[in-house]
């Protein structure tokens, strides 16, 4: 069955970067998008970005751009989300999200999620 | 800046009543891409509705969206236990790109 699955929980110091991964099983990964949503503890979603694998084009949350990259390997049917310079308020779970259809908007896929934990 | 407001922030109901979820935008949402995800604790969203009103594979029919434009609602008739979740609006194409409601809290009365 189509499913993402996730790297396992990470802690980092301030400062310090993640590289979260997101591997797609189920389905043709070169045809559909990815995109990357994070919820603090006790709060809401927030998007961070989204990634075409088919040719690499990326769109960033302007609260992130300058410390997220998006990356794909179709080799190996993943996408990464690497975040630098970490501060305490990107302690979230990050989720990584297979889109709907072959144009972006919706996210009918998701991974179990990846609990990153900033903290000194 | 396109922002979504969802209300209310809570809705307390009895199973087997009916649920009416609000989620109005700040600008018009283009080309109605609006969304309504379900999460309950310790899980991913799940998708509900896309394009303001289109079911996504696998939901019952008792979830219904509506709307255009700026205000947009999401219906569920004869609520079921599982029902009980945090459900959120997302909007597309604007500008931030994505943007989510805060969401709603749908608790057992």
């Known amino acids: 069955q189509v499913q993402l699955v996730q790297s396992g929980a990470e802690v980092k110091k301030p400062g310090a970067s993640v590289k979260v991964s997101c591997k797609a099983s189920?389905?043709?990964?070169?045809?559909?998008?990815i995109s990357w949503v994070r919820q603090a503890p006790g709060q809401g979603l927030e998007w961070l970005g989204w990634?075409?694998?088919?040719?690499?084009?990326?769109n960033y949350a302007q609260k992130v751009q300058g410390r997220v990259t998006m990356t794909t390997d179709t080799s190996t049917n993943t996408a990464y989300m690497e975040l630098r310079s970490l501060r305490s308020d990107d302690t979230a779970v990050y989720y990584c999200g297979k889109d709907l259809t072959y144009q972006e908007g919706y996210v009918d896929i998701w991974g179990q999620g990846t609990l990153v934990t900033v903290s000194s | 800046e396109i922002v979504l407001t969802q209300f209310p922030g809570t809705l307390s109901l009895s199973p087997g009543e009916g649920a009416t979820l609000s989620c109005r935008a700040s600008q018009s949402v283009i080309s109605n891409y609006l969304a309504w995800y379900q999460q309950k604790s310790g899980q991913p969203p799940r998708l509900l509705i896309y394009g303001a009103s289109t079911r996504a594979t696998g939901i019952p029919d008792r979830f219904s969206g509506f709307g255009s434009g700026t205000d947009f609602t999401l219906t569920i008739s004869r609520l079921e236990p599982e029902d009980f979740a945090v459900y959120y609006c997302q909007q597309y194409g604007g500008s931030p790109r994505y943007t989510f409601g805060q969401g709603t809290k749908l608790e057992i009365k």
């Open positions: 189920g389905y043709n990964f070169d045809s559909f998008g």
């Open positions: 990634i075409s694998v088919y040719n690499g084009k990326k």
